[in-house]
Structure formats: C-alpha cells, structure tokens
C-alpha cells in the first residue's frame, strides 16, 4: 500500500515471517518430488505424521489432458508393451486407478495403432479376446480386422469374424476390404458354390482405390484374365503397373539411400522396357507382413491346421507372410507347372513368385490324381 506521496507504508512483520515460511516450504516440498516422495527429507515426515499421501503433479492434471496424452501413445505405440504397461497398472492406490481407468478409456482404445495390437498366437487368451473386443467397440478399426481374421480363421468362428471384418471395411479399412473380397473369391466358410466373384472384384476395387498393393496387383490379375469382370488387359497392365509403382515408393520411403542412386544402380533393368518391376522383385525386400497375418502364421505353425472333424488335409498358403489356411479341401489354387504350391490369391501367388518360387518351379513329369489336383493359377 502506498500513500498520497506515492511511498510505501513498510510492511508488517508478520506478513514477512508468512511469505518466508511459505517460501521454505515450499523449498520442502520441490525437493521431496525430485528424490521420489520419500519421508527421508528432512522437514517431510513431521508435516505428515498420519502418512496421508501426499499430492503431486500427477494428481493435478486435468483428466482431458491425460487422455489425449495417451492417444498420443496409444496412436504412436511400437509394440503392445508400450500400451500394455498403462493398462496393467497396480491398483493398490488412487493414482494407479485412476491411470488404468483413463487408459481404458473409449477413446484411447479407439485409436490404438496395428502395431500397438500386435499379439502374438502364444500369449492369445480369453482375457486378451476381451480386450480387443473392447477396442472393437470403441471404434478401433484395427482391432475390428484383427479380431475378424483371429475368430474367421484361427477360432473358426465365421459368422464373428465376417461381421467384424465387415464393420472394419464399412470404415474404408483397405485391409480388411481384401480381405472379404478373398472370402468371396475362394467361397471362404461355405461351398464351391458360394463363391461371388463379382462381389469380389467390387471389393477388391474398393480396396484398390484406398491404395491396398494387393488389392491392385489382385484387380489387375481380373481384368487381364477376365476373372469376375470383364476382360481388359490394357487396364489390367495399368493397375499391375500401379502396385509395382506403390511397392517400389514404399521401399524407398523405408530405406536410407536416395531415388536417384536406385534408379542409377537399376538403370539396365528399367532400360528392358519390361513395364512390370516385379520380375525383378529379388531386389526388393519382402513387404511386412499385417499383425493379422503373423498371428495366423505363428498359430497355424503351432496348432496345424485341423481345427475340426475332417479338417486335417487342409493346407496354407504357400505365401510365408500370408497365413491364410483352407476352410474346405482344395479350396486354394495350384501351380500349373509345377503343382506343389497352392495360394489363396493371385496376389499371394505373384509375390511368392518373384520371393521364392521363381527359382524352385520346376515341370512335374506326371500328375497323380488329376481328378482331385484342384483349380490351377497361371504363372506369369
């Protein structure tokens, strides 16, 4: 306060000791959060005699603000751990509850990455199938697919996993729209008979338009062999084109080296005017394979694939980072040369070709049972 002359009335003396001792404390208190809230500070266990425990900055942010902290980590996770540590937080006090209801919440399960729900076949258990149908129904697209192909494939139970692949491809998820165009190609779950290869090809397209690589490289196999659409091999060629293009981008993105030294070091290939740059895939890493597909292909490499009664002559496909197994016998497509691979796709037939078979078909001299040998795929 200051007078008419604008000095200052000196200030009272209990009001200085008040401003030192709330200094001091709160000297205490900074320097009982930097060593981790121990009573071993002096001054700190005297003020809590009762042992109530004591505030800190955890308790003071808001609840808003920590759950779109973890949407943040639950969007950007690497691996499950990086999640699964917030949800498995002790209950034993206040704070840990109340960590593990906000990482529960809706929203952050809604926007949990593929990789964050990454689960492998060996830790799957009824705990964890609850889980992702939680994430499910928060709107968790990923986990919507993943689950879909665990239940339509692994637990076999089809009509779950159809639905749930189906409400992942009602939200534009490319993934899960190949994957039902696959189902209705092969009649997945049902008979020969139940194959629609028209819905197919509109799922497959749908898939393409959102950029699916195997999606186009499916699409442009259709229209070259006039598989469930019209023929039309110029615009098959295109899309062919398109998802060689798509791989190639996504392999430059991931590596260190420039454009400019790829395109120097592959000039004479891309000097052969052969328009498709998968027939030199060899120099191209094998693309990561989806969760959904490590899952099947750690579950199938350890369960087999006879889930049921009559199952036990059902095989894989051929395509190591595929996983898909057949739901009746001859169900997938053979090599025509050779015979002694079969694939759910002709997308999972032209990347094995150009990873691994290219260098193993070799013409069989006789088949046995011609009968009971199954559709054959054309190789390129």
């Known amino acids: 306060?200051?007078?008419?002359?604008?000095?200052?009335?000196?200030?009272?003396?209990?009001?200085?000791?008040?401003?030192?001792?709330?200094?001091?404390?709160?000297?205490k208190r900074r320097r009982w959060l930097l060593v981790g809230g121990d009573d071993s500070v002096p001054g700190m266990a005297e003020e809590n005699p009762a042992g109530d425990r004591r505030p800190d900055f955890f308790d003071g942010l808001p609840d808003d603000l920590v759950v779109s902290i973890l949407c943040k980590l639950s969007a950007s996770a690497a691996s499950p751990s990086d999640l699964v540590s917030v949800l498995i937080t002790r209950i034993g006090c206040d704070r840990c509850k109340r960590l593990h209801g906000l990482g529960t919440n809706p929203l952050v399960l809604s926007k949990a990455s593929a990789k964050s729900l990454a689960i492998r076949a060996k830790n799957w258990s009824e705990s964890t199938d609850r889980f992702f149908k939680r994430c499910a129904d928060a709107g968790n697209l990923e986990a919507c697919y993943?689950?879909?192909?665990?239940?339509?494939?692994?637990?076999?139970?089809?009509?779950?996993?159809?639905?749930?692949?189906?409400?992942?491809?009602?939200?534009?998820?490319?993934?899960?729209?190949?994957?039902?165009?696959?189902?209705?190609?092969?009649?997945?779950?049902?008979?020969?008979?139940?194959?629609?290869?028209?819905?197919?090809?509109?799922?497959?397209?749908?898939?393409?338009?959102l950029g699916h690589i195997d999606a186009l490289r499916e699409l442009g196999h259709c229209l070259q062999d006039g598989y469930g659409v019209r023929r039309n091999v110029a615009e098959g060629r295109r899309f062919l084109v398109q998802a060689n293009a798509r791989e190639l981008a996504a392999v430059l993105s991931a590596s260190s080296a420039p454009p400019s030294a790829w395109h120097h070091h592959h000039r004479h290939l891309l000097a052969s005017r052969c328009s498709l740059l998968s027939d030199f895939g060899c120099s191209l890493p094998a693309p990561e394979a989806h969760p959904a597909n490590r899952f099947m292909v750690q579950w199938f490499a350890s369960n087999g694939t006879g889930g049921g009664s009559g199952d036990e002559g059902l095989r894989l496909c051929s395509h190591r980072g595929c996983g898909r197994p057949e739901t009746r016998r001859q169900e997938f497509r053979r090599c025509s040369v050779c015979g002694a691979v079969n694939y759910c796709s002709r997308a999972c037939q032209a990347l094995h070709w150009k990873l691994a078979h290219k260098a193993e078909c070799a013409p069989m001299e006789r088949w046995l049972d011609a009968g009971d040998a199954g559709e054959a795929v054309v190789m390129d």
Request: with cysteine; hydrophobic share 40%.
């Open 146 to 209: 993943i689950l879909g192909m665990i239940h339509f494939y692994c637990l076999q139970d089809r009509g779950s996993g159809a639905s749930l692949m189906a409400q992942a491809a009602m939200g534009s998820h490319a993934a899960a729209l190949y994957s039902l165009a696959v189902i209705q190609f092969n009649g997945s779950g049902g008979s020969k008979g139940d194959k629609d290869l028209r819905a197919g090809v509109a799922l497959c397209a749908r898939a393409a338009f």
């Open 1 to 27: 306060m200051r007078t008419r002359r604008g000095l200052c009335y000196p200030r009272p003396q209990w009001a200085v000791e008040e401003e030192e001792e709330e200094e001091r404390r709160s000297r």
